[in-house]
């Protein structure tokens, strides 16, 4: 789903780059102020070029990744638009500037004055999305751990947690098959699902799901579930073994 997502959007910004460096719409460019005098030809070819640049990395890193299947794929598109985007946009934010003219030339303190926006923009830009990648990263790259104390057993992943008590489970039990499911908070990308999910037939619950494939730990508790799995069968053996038996000694 992210690669189409990512793919339409590429091609909007490869449509808009042709729009401008064909017919020279630079009123579609956002700061467009009609009461200045512009290099129009000059503008609209370095706006243009740079849209379609920015636009055909997406599509192409798309389709590629879709037909090699690589794991990660769409966390590696992911990371990879979000850096297409920060730097074609602050490239352009930078040398646009060059292309407005006041009686002919540019001030050099306007210039530097354009140049101080946009670098400050990039920082901004970079810095709200730093954290994105790093949840991204972090919902791939972490394994499931429950810790049990006592009563009270913690499920964590990444920023993902569950927090519970032994009394309240009803039910263990594993199965190589998951009903349909759809995320209401939380990650999900690739095989990897991560927060609170509807589940069919079993209500809302909280998955932990490391792979696509079985098998999965159930855990069922009077006002819900938690369903987990890990890419290493054995593991998710390991984990339905030790929640099963400290349940059992709970008995």
Request: cysteine-free; hydrophobic content about 45%; proline content about 2%.
């Amino acid at each position: 789903m992210l690669f189409l997502i990512f793919a339409i959007a590429g091609i909007v910004m490869l449509i808009l780059g042709v729009v401008l460096y064909k017919y020279k719409k630079i009123e579609l460019l956002s700061g467009y102020d009609s009461s200045k005098k512009y290099d129009r030809e000059g503008l609209a070819k370095f706006t243009g070029m740079t849209l379609m640049l920015m636009g055909i990395i997406p599509i192409v890193v798309s389709i590629l990744l879709l037909i090699l299947n690589i794991d990660y794929g769409e966390l590696i598109a992911t990371i990879i638009f979000i850096v297409d985007v920060v730097v074609f946009t602050i490239s352009i934010v930078i040398k646009s500037p060059k292309y407005q003219l006041s009686d002919g030339v540019k001030s050099k303190d306007a210039k530097k004055f354009n140049k101080i926006i946009g670098i400050g923009l990039g920082i901004v830009i970079l810095l709200g999305t730093l954290p994105v990648i790093f949840l991204l990263v972090a919902g791939h790259n972490t394994e499931t751990k429950i810790n049990i104390s006592g009563n009270e057993y913690d499920i964590k992943s990444g920023v993902i947690s569950y927090h519970n008590t032994l009394d309240e489970i009803k039910d263990v039990y594993m199965k190589n098959t998951i009903p349909k499911f759809h995320r209401v908070s939380g990650y999900s990308m690739d095989n990897i699902n991560k927060g609170r999910y509807t589940v069919d037939g079993l209500g809302h619950g909280t998955l932990f799901l490391n792979a696509n494939k079985g098998p999965y730990v159930y855990i069922i508790t009077d006002d819900g579930f938690v369903i987990i799995n890990d890419k290493d069968k054995t593991k998710t053996m390991q984990i339905y073994e030790e929640i099963k038996d400290k349940v059992k000694s709970k008995d």
